[in-house]
């Protein structure tokens, strides 16, 4: 049986999670260390064992650009589940657990602390007993519209109240746009930095 791996599920550049839609270099290296647990059984030279979980990894990245997806082996997926569990938390339950958190608490959350603490609480109730830890991994003043979309009945909540000192007035800064035409390309943005530094310089 083989398990589909996709840019859908798993890389998918959506609103406020993976920004930028690229492999990890962090799955990456979880691919490379499944590979070379579980394909490179045959042989007990390590040399071996640690080209074959490369070329195993090259071959997964080409499948994933060029196809969108890749499959593993049961054995891949198997060996992964023996060190991680994962959990899919959508859009609606993430403004959800920022809603339910700033109620109970008090507390703001950002999405992506949002999604870990909603994963954290299901953990917690699959396995009792056992301690989950969600930390933190952003400040809400980045994500100002899924905070406030999920906090815009609170009638406690003014998002003013949750800004660094260093972000306070901001807003009212005037805002500096350049322009750069899709035809001029990289070379069209880097000439824009080199004109700017320069002019900075001089």
Request: net charge neutral; with cysteine.
């Amino acid at each position: 049986m083989d398990i589909l791996v996709s840019k859908a599920t798993c890389l998918k550049d959506y609103a406020w999670h993976l920004q930028h839609g690229k492999v990890s270099s962090n799955f990456e290296r979880l691919l490379w260390y499944l590979a070379y647990d579980t394909q490179g059984l045959s042989t007990a030279n390590v040399q071996e064992k640690r080209h074959s979980a490369c070329s195993r990894v090259k071959e997964w990245q080409t499948e994933l650009r060029s196809k969108g997806g890749f499959r593993v082996e049961k054995s891949v997926l198997d060996a992964a589940k023996a060190d991680f569990a994962s959990e899919r938390v959508s859009d609606a339950e993430t403004l959800s657990t920022i809603r339910d958190i700033y109620r109970e608490k008090g507390y703001v959350l950002d999405p992506h602390s949002a999604i870990g603490v909603t994963a954290a609480m299901r953990s917690a109730v699959a396995a009792p007993g056992v301690y989950n830890v969600a930390l933190a991994t952003a400040h809400p003043a980045k994500f100002s519209n899924a905070v406030e979309m999920a906090l815009k009945d609170e009638k406690a909540f003014d998002f003013k109240d949750i800004l660094p000192e260093q972000f306070v007035g901001m807003e009212a800064l005037p805002k500096r746009i350049r322009y750069v035409k899709k035809s001029e390309g990289l070379d069209g943005l880097r000439n824009l930095i080199i004109d700017d530094v320069a002019k900075e310089l001089s």
